[in-house]
């Protein structure tokens, strides 16, 4: 059994900031987690990828957050981080945590961010 948990969302100014935190609970200590990842899904659009990071520390930002957001992790605690700078309104999203455990994947319930310009 594996439960993701995400928090940290919520109503930012624009050019604000935000840290969001995933934390994965395995039960099973066998398991081992390869990657852990945010994305993101605006209102009449697709799930996009924000930012991903593997167990071994290498990471992956789609284009628009590079420079301003900066995925993080805590192997220890099975948990994963999205810090957020320089908010921007096309930002405003529901974000979800995405965990991949051994081919199987584990999503988060998602937490609103929401931008004001």
């Known amino acids: 059994q594996v439960q993701v948990v995400e928090s940290g969302g919520g109503l930012v100014q624009a050019g604000g900031s935000l840290r969001l935190s995933c934390a994965a609970s395995?039960?099973?200590?066998?398991?081992?987690?390869?990657?852990m990842g945010w994305y993101r899904q605006a209102p009449g659009k697709q799930r996009e990828l924000v930012a991903r990071i593997t167990s071994g520390g290498s990471t992956q930002y789609t284009d628009s957050v590079k420079g301003r957001f900066t995925i993080s992790r805590d192997n220890a605690k099975n948990t994963v981080y999205l810090q957020m700078n320089s908010l921007k309104s096309e930002d405003t999203a529901v974000y979800y945590c995405k965990v991949l455990i051994n081919g199987y994947q584990y999503w988060g319930q998602g937490t609103q961010v929401t931008v004001s310009s």
């Open positions: 395995v039960s099973e200590s066998i398991f081992s987690i390869t990657a």
